[in-house]
T-cell receptor, first 113, second 113 residues
Framework: ETGVTQSPTHLIKTRGQQVTLRCSSQ?????VSWYQQALGQGPQFIFQ???????GRGNFPPRFSGLQFPNYSSELNVNALELDDSALYLC????????????FGSGTQLSVL | TQLLEQSPQFLSIQEGENLTVYCNSS?????LQWYRQEPGEGPVLLVT?????EVKKLKRLTFQFGDARKDSSLHITAAQPGDTGLYLC?????????????FGTGTKLQVIP
């Protein structure tokens, strides 16, 4: 148990729809990072939030957006869903220190039909 | 962009055998982490190595960070079925004021009883 919870666990959407995924960070952690993981591959960095602001972004289009709330929980929003967006979406919380340890949730499995 | 290539991509071995997983990059990292991920779960941190040439042991697992801090290896002695999973290396760099963690391509290990 990492203390990081994600919801929902599974989600099925159709192409063109919008989706919101949620993440509650571990107590005491002020930074949340989101990753996209295709089956059998390593997670790809989407973006990171620190103190309610986007703090860094990977190679993902603007239709991937996020929020961080005062309690450090976070949302990932994806607009205009495409078939290739089907993946496991992982949230990781940390304390934004050097050699930071990432604590992952179990992820949200998104299927886009 | 920091790329981390892992080899082999897949590995299926008998219980009791030894194995080594490699993680290579052309980039220098401030630290390198190894994670194990089981189906339906997020990655779980095994170890962090920070110093070039550093060797860390975790029971039957031995982790080494390359002298130049560009590569790493994971050696498992006398593998057991419980070692089955996806092994991920991840390199950390300071990128524009935040600690960016980039994951490798992953090594899927199956240990057959």
């Amino acid at each position: 148990e990492t203390g990081v919870t994600q919801s929902p666990t599974h989600l099925i959407k159709t192409r063109g729809q919008q989706v919101t995924l949620r993440c509650s960070s571990q107590s005491g952690h002020n930074t949340v990072s989101w990753y996209q993981q295709a089956l059998g591959q390593g997670p790809q960095f989407i973006f990171q939030y620190y103190r309610e602001e986007e703090n860094g972004r990977g190679n993902f289009p603007p239709r991937f957006s996020g929020l961080q709330f005062p309690n450090y929980s976070s949302e990932l929003n994806v607009n205009a869903l495409e078939l290739d967006d089907s993946a496991l979406y992982l949230c990781a919380s940390s304390t934004r220190s050097p050699d930071e340890k990432l604590f992952f949730g179990s992820g949200t499995q998104l299927s886009v039909l | 962009t920091q790329l981390l290539e892992q080899s082999p991509q897949f590995l299926s071995i008998q219980e009791g055998e030894n194995l080594t997983v490699y993680c290579n990059s052309s980039s220098v990292f401030s630290s390198l982490q190894w994670y194990r991920q089981e189906p339906g779960e997020g990655p779980v941190l095994l170890v962090t190595v920070v110093t070039g040439g550093e060797v860390k042991k975790l029971k039957r697992l031995t982790f080494q960070f390359g002298d130049a801090r560009k590569d790493s290896s994971l050696h498992i002695t006398a593998a057991q079925p419980g070692d089955t999973g996806l092994y991920l290396c991840a390199g950390e760099v300071n990128s524009g004021g935040y600690q960016k963690v980039t994951f490798g391509t992953g090594t899927k290990l199956q240990v057959i009883p």
